[in-house]
């Protein structure tokens, strides 16, 4: 296992060299040429999709989870349109800022150049395949692909017609590889790559993606849980602040992106919190209060000290009435996933201090969590949303998926 | 012991959130303080620092480490104006870049903020101490600091003058903390604190980086070492090849940025090399060559395979003919060390293809690999060097030390 985990990394290196250099024509007639086969191969994937639906079906998974795995035709035409917008994005690989002059002579600059290998490990929707490998491809990456086990023959099938496209469009197959085993034990093999493999994604529940912090010595940008607050201060407008509760709540409960946690400040506590649970009723929405919620909305469920760092991912809401903007930012300080929060406010010196002083990857004023998403804040498609601060903090796409490196014109100069 | 550095850990992450929002003038009023404590406390600093100084020589250590240990007033001095020149650096925490008004209506744009809690793990001079609490501090973030054991009592007479520093400024004493231990043992307990810490930045030795990178579960922004090739094309102007040569190998053998390997094309190696041997002989250079550098230069000792990746840190250069760029592109790929890399010629084609497939933090034509400064390049005070890909590669200042935030302001948008 070891040895085929190795000779994988050590093609994908090879690859890497090749793609980093392929120009943004190659790269996006292999993207062409991808929307092409999918259509083509459709059948012989929705073939081998099949084996891992009717395995999911015998081992009874949920009708949900059945659902998920299944690559329908309307599943398999947005991986295609997918795949045609990330040609359309532009080129980051090779673009250079300003160039400056230094006292020496020299011209400096920095150019945006691949990453190299990156190893994305995944447990989702077999779509994910097609989506990384695109973005990865683009940005002038090699790509190990680990996808779950449950997806094992469609993630083979949708490899095959990836790498197809890669040779039609004169790349290296090896530059996209799945891994052809999906235990566990194989990982911490693909991890220990750190010659080989310049970055790890993981993107996945709290146990996968813990195992991999805590057995890579690559470098991981972690995917990780959004426990995402709204805080709507004495000073808010209500109306917006209803809208954007519900549109944050209930549009898409079960995405990192959702809100989870609902602070009110005590002065508008009353007057907001019966409107606002009327509404999330409504929707559907159980709501879990702190004891001050709790005499406000009579059906809201007294909380626990469980509630307040979950990630429900479902129609339910924490709702806590604060004291202060100090004390809704200390709460978010303390259960703080580094995701989004936004406040509602119409009030300035407390809206900056909020942009200021609160720590996650989106901040936001008067505006839905749901905006934390790469196509909303202008990045073009996205490969996750990093909640590590380092190298990316937020949603990662193409830029994210590169670096840069310092370029030197000189003319003769050496140093003084 | 695990207790004493998780107890630190605690203490600083609280100290990172308030020098996290402290202004520019309160983190310039600590520098400025610290100016006049370091230079208050001089003799309180050099009696402790005689201790060690003592220590190295009754263990034997050589002049030279004896030399770099000791905290004379010339390096006092520096040590302050390095604090000065921080001091006077731009504070990139809350600069925000372009903000733009998105199809939604909501106005995006990025703000730079800090890490959080930086472990700097180093072996080198006291002064680093110092240098690194100025850096990341302007950076507003809170640092722990583990030197080394022979500078045990030098760092932890700094750190106290430097915590006077902070408390004058009216910022918290935790903001810098010196490890109270420097047994190896220790590391794992603060490298395991990936909860409290956000990044750690190993200087020293390969044996000290790469034992940190395998026991750390924080990120890891390595300084490692810098195999620098100088490449000296067919169409080389032969002047500044010779003068290039020579700033890069013999100005200051001993940094990371020094040359270690000479590659020159075969067309211009008999003409080229005898001048280039006679010259580095002249300043006392050994020579280690191939075959066909052998045949060219009398002196020169045969290379052998433990000659390519060294990096001598000393008067020793390795010499090769290549037979074109792409053989030495290939050499340069296979020794990389992805620290810096400089290829002479006066052929545009040959420059830019240098220029986009060459690996590492800086490529440079025309200049000499001295370059690959924070200072040279424009960054100001660096706190290393990274030659890992992922955030950072290359020098590493201010701006390095701290990563950026999504902001979005609405006005009441949800997401459709």
């Not at 601060?389 to 830029?399: I, N, W």
Request: proline share 4%.
């Amino acid at each position: 296992m070891e040895k085929i985990i190795q000779d994988m990394a050590l093609k994908a290196r090879k690859a890497s060299r090749k793609v980093a250099t392929a120009g943004t024509a190659a790269k996006n007639r292999a993207l062409a040429l991808l929307c092409e086969s999918l259509a083509a191969d459709r059948e012989m994937i929705q073939a081998e999709n099949q084996k891992d639906v009717d395995a999911a079906r015998e081992r009874g998974l949920s009708a949900a989870m059945v659902d998920r795995l299944t690559l329908s035709d309307k599943v398999m035409d947005a991986m295609i349109q997918g795949v045609r917008e990330v040609a359309l994005l532009p080129d980051p690989v090779g673009t250079m800022g300003e160039v400056r002059l230094r006292p020496s002579g020299i011209r400096v600059g920095k150019m945006r150049i691949p990453l190299g290998v990156i190893a994305m490990i995944y447990e989702s929707r077999p779509n994910v395949t097609v989506d990384a490998a695109a973005l990865c491809l683009k940005a002038g990456n090699a790509v190990i692909l680990r996808g779950g086990s449950e997806a094992f023959y469609s993630n083979m099938a949708l490899a095959k017609t990836v790498q197809s496209a890669l040779e039609g469009a004169g790349l290296p197959a090896h530059a996209v590889q799945v891994l052809p085993m999906t235990d566990r034990e194989a990982l911490p093999f693909l991890l220990q790559q750190e010659e080989l493999i310049d970055l790890v994604i993981p993107r996945g529940g709290e146990g996968l993606i813990r195992f991999v912090t805590e057995n890579s010595r690559i470098p991981v940008l972690k995917h990780y849980k959004g426990v995402c607050h709204l805080y709507v201060d004495v000073d808010a407008d209500k109306e917006k602040a209803l809208a954007i509760l519900m549109n944050a709540k209930c549009q898409r409960p079960g995405v990192c992106n959702a809100l989870e946690t609902l602070l009110v400040h005590e002065k508008v506590a009353d007057s907001f919190l019966p409107l606002a649970a009327e509404a999330l009723e409504g929707a559907g929405v159980l709501l879990r209060g702190c004891p001050r919620t709790c005499a406000l909305v009579k059906n809201a469920e007294p909380a626990t000290d469980a509630d307040w760092p979950s990630e429900y991912l479902d129609l339910i809401l924490s709702v806590k009435v604060v004291d202060s903007l100090d004390d809704a930012m200390d709460h978010i300080s303390l259960y703080n996933s580094g995701h989004t929060e936004s406040i509602i406010t119409e009030n300035w010196s407390r809206a900056w201090r909020f942009i200021r002083e609160v720590d996650a990857s989106a901040v936001m004023v008067n505006a839905s969590t749901r905006f934390n998403d790469g196509g909303e804040l202008g990045l073009g498609a996205e490969i996750g949303i990093s909640t590590s601060k380092l190298h990316a903090y937020g949603p990662m796409g193409l830029v994210e998926l590169t670096t840069e490196k310092f370029v030197v014109f000189g003319d003769g100069q050496v140093r003084a």
